[in-house]
């Protein structure tokens, strides 16, 4: 009896070790599974040199990290995307697939297994040092910035002349610090020869700039031509379609404005700015512009304080609206932004709004045609304490 009751047992135990080595055999692995979704959504960052703290490149860098994956892939935590799946498509959504998922918890639960190496897909070809091509041309901060280890840090802006003598197309950009860890975001303008933005300001030298006073009406042609490009921690870097660019006419300057935040320790940073050129002149123009207002004030214990910006299209643009959000995670935002009524033709465009978590550097991006004569208005209504500049990208026909 008892030798029957000990084979049955031995039978059942053998027969659980064989359905549980048969599950992992169709278990996702590293190599054939996962390997192919980090490279896709994750190692743009995580990889020596970039945002993340840790580097994603192979199985050996990866494994530790399996159990928190799990845990942020399952919240939605990362690859950080926080836009409201509800409300409109956006062309550059990092989101993982529900598949994508799923396929990282069961490999995480199978034990993370590696797989067979023959599986692994050749390596992403990354520029060290840049997350665009190989820069055709770099500009720099005119020297390094000594970030103190404490206190708080005015804007700092720079003009660096471009030194070119013909209009220049470029398709992708990107500007990043030296020292990630004290600058809070960076823009890149362009300023073209003529404009009066920082007109009496040396090249080469860090300024702050000078607050508009509260009666002041601000000329809009001291406005810089174009929002070369942007930095906050997490964001891609600009890179443009096939037949689409930006243009830098000749003459033209880069202004740096650049937001330190010291966090203990003093450090030095040299910010820098890459171009890569398009290779033929594109069939289209890409321009991105602000609507900003500079001299609101929020009343004493207002809750809910509503600030407008607004500007005209001239000519009828294909529009893409662009939110780039610069606050830290635990800051609560709520973001409108609304299409007038066209004044031309009698059109109108409805405008996607968001809501929900703030974070660095999520950007957004949905695309609307907008007629030429359209007021666009972009609407923030927030109880926060950090900006929250509104992008507009237009796109000429």
């Not at 003529?194 to 809009?220: C, H, I, L, M, R």
């Not at 940073?269 to 207002?293: H, I, M, W, Y």
Request: hydrophobic share 35%; glycine share 6%.
């Amino acid at each position: 009896m008892n030798r029957t009751v000990l084979t049955f047992l031995f039978a059942v135990c053998s027969a659980a070790c064989l359905f549980a080595q048969m599950g992992n055999m169709n278990a996702p692995t590293f190599t054939k599974d996962v390997a192919p979704i980090l490279q896709k959504n994750c190692q743009s960052c995580h990889r020596p040199g970039e945002a993340a703290p840790f580097s994603l490149l192979t199985y050996e860098e990866t494994r530790p990290w399996a159990g928190a994956m799990k845990l942020a892939v399952r919240q939605k935590l990362m690859p950080p995307w926080f836009a409201d799946p509800q409300v409109g498509h956006f062309s550059n959504d990092r989101a993982l697939s529900q598949k994508e998922i799923d396929t990282i918890v069961a490999w995480v639960t199978a034990g993370a297994p590696k797989g067979d190496p023959r599986d692994m897909p050749a390596p992403v070809n990354f520029v060290e040092g840049w997350g665009i091509p190989k820069p055709d041309v770099i500009f720099q901060l005119p020297k390094e910035f000594s970030v103190p280890e404490s206190g708080m840090v005015e804007y700092q802006y720079a003009i660096v002349p471009t030194g070119f003598t013909e209009d220049k197309w470029v398709q992708a950009v990107e500007v990043r610090p030296t020292e990630r860890s004290v600058v809070h975001h960076i823009i890149a303008y362009v300023r073209e020869p003529g404009s009066n933005y920082f007109k009496d300001q040396k090249p080469g030298v860090f300024f702050e700039a000078v607050p508009a006073k509260p009666d002041e009406n601000v000329d809009t042609s001291a406005l810089p031509s174009d929002f070369l490009v942007g930095y906050a921690p997490g964001q891609p870097a600009e890179i443009l379609p096939a037949g689409e660019a930006k243009l830098v006419k000749a003459g033209s300057d880069i202004v740096f404005e650049v937001h330190y935040t010291p966090n203990g320790k003093a450090v030095m940073d040299r910010t820098k700015l890459g171009l890569v050129f398009a290779k033929e002149p594109p069939t289209k123009r890409v321009q991105t512009l602000s609507a900003s207002n500079g001299t609101f004030k929020i009343p004493p214990g207002d809750p809910n304080y509503r600030v407008d910006a607004s500007f005209e299209i001239r000519k009828e643009v294909i529009y893409w609206l662009r939110f780039i959000r610069t606050c830290t995670p635990e800051e609560r935002i709520s973001n409108i932004a609304s299409c007038s009524r066209a004044v031309r033709r009698g059109r109108s465009c409805a405008c996607p709004s968001t809501t929900g978590t703030g974070s660095f550097g999520t950007t957004l991006t949905s695309l609307l045609c907008c007629p030429q004569g359209l007021e666009l208005t972009v609407r923030r209504t927030s109880t926060i304490r950090g900006t929250i500049p509104r992008i507009l990208t237009l796109r000429r026909r």
